[in-house]
């Protein structure tokens, strides 16, 4: 009788969060399915026809094959180096929270809390000022100290993909913070406890004991980055990806400027759909593989 009561109490807690998935993600994908296969110019469009397969084609052709690729391969190399700083932010302040090495935790938690509560757009702007050629404080400061000859351009390239992962990274800290540190906190401490009687170092147990019974929650910070990084808009467009910086225009903004920007001549509502859903489906299929993968990690 508990464990049928302690099973309908877990649906119920889950039930609202279920609901309002299913409501705002899973049916309206399968809802813009039909419209992918239409010629709908903007989300206002009253006239539209059927044209099969026609915006994939377009997207596949010689005029938007190029910026399609472009932006992806761009969206896939920020991926990378924005999957770098889950683990150089979120684990390394976990293991810190973790291991009791800061006193005043409380007052630590809440400032690495803190730019997760900023608008990413706000972030987004502020890194250009920060950078200016002229007037910008940390160009000035790695000037003065000498470790850069000439003002960084943050339009650059190499700029940009470095300065947006550590941005996103900086804001999501605290979230994969939480997300490693309740991975950690399920660690049974009699395990730990018997790798240091057996003379386990620090970083061996890092290795051997707290990794290997981390796999789900390093499996969920994974699925969360790879998604994230193909929906990020706000800090992109805060560095100018709508505003000339070409380096900044990630997959997202990509979406934006040719399904939702409303210039026909740059591409259609439906065609903006069409590629989302090209790019998505192997994103989910990926996350599927994490998923069956973590079962057969799983510690």
Known sequence: ?????????????????????????????????????????????????????????????????????????????????????????GLTLALILYEKVIRAQKAFTIVIYLPYVIA??????FIPLLFHPDTGSLNLLLEKIGLIDGPIDIRSNLATMIILPLLVGWRYAGYNMAIFLVGLSSIPIETIEAAKIDGASYFQRL?????????????????????????????????????????????????????VSGQAKIGTFSMGMAASFIVNIPLVAIAIYLLRLQRRLQY
Do not use: W
Request: some cysteine.
């Open 207 to 259: 290795i051997h004991v707290y990794l290997p019974q981390m796999v789900p929650f390093i499996m969920l910070a994974t699925i969360s980055c790879l998604i994230g990084s193909f929906g990020i808009f706000d800090e992109p467009v805060g560095m100018g990806g709508l505003a000339g910086n070409r380096n900044a225009q990630l997959f997202s903004l990509y979406l934006y400027r040719i399904g």
């Open 120 to 125: 990413g757009l706000a972030a987004g702007m």
């Open 1 to 89: 009788m508990k464990n049928k009561f302690e099973k309908i109490s877990e649906i119920l807690f889950v039930l609202p969060q279920l609901i309002l998935y299913l409501l705002f993600t899973i049916i309206p994908f399968f809802m813009i399915i039909p419209f992918m296969l239409t010629n709908m110019v903007s989300v206002n469009s009253n006239t539209y026809s059927f044209i099969g397969l026609g915006n994939f084609k377009e997207i596949f052709g010689p005029i938007y094959l190029p910026s399609f690729t472009e932006v992806v391969s761009r969206t896939a190399i920020f991926t990378f180096f924005n999957y770098l700083t889950v683990f150089i932010f």
